[in-house]
Nanobody, 115 residues
Framework: QVQLVESGGGLVQPGGSLTLSCAAS????????MGWYRQAPGKERELVAT???????NYADSVKGRFTISRDNAKNTVYLQMNSLKPEDTAVYYCNAQRLGVLYWGQGTQVTVSS
């Protein structure tokens, strides 16, 4: 079956960095568009960044210049490098895979930015 497994979350001080990973299995990874979303307490899930199967990238305005999404098709993994983290980046971060209307989600990883 399809599995998306996120890792790399944790507690970090403001201004710090984290790299999230999402390992996919059960799909032909290199033809899927991949994305990172996040959901803070009491808020709706929102887009953070996406990367197409061809490598095109898109970012939410709130993370442009601070976050970088990348993928390694040989490892079936998508990454989110997060720099200059702010308290408002605190959320559960979810990975997704989508192609032709089919959508899969991971279970999420908590990122907490606090001093």
């Amino acid at each position: 079956q399809v599995q998306l497994v996120e890792s790399g979350g944790g507690l970090v001080q403001p201004g710090g960095s984290l790299t999230l990973s999402c390992a996919a299995s059960g799909i032909t990874f290199n033809i899927y568009n991949m994305g990172w979303y996040r959901q803070a307490p009491g808020k709706e899930r929102e887009l953070v960044a996406t990367i197409t199967w061809g490598g095109g990238r898109n970012y939410a305005d709130s993370v442009k210049g601070r976050f970088t999404i990348s993928r390694d098709n040989a490892k079936n993994t998508v990454y989110l490098q997060m720099n200059s983290l702010k308290p408002e980046d605190t959320a559960v971060y979810y990975c997704n895979a989508q192609r032709l209307g089919v959508l899969y989600w991971g279970q999420g990883t908590q990122v907490t930015v606090s001093s």
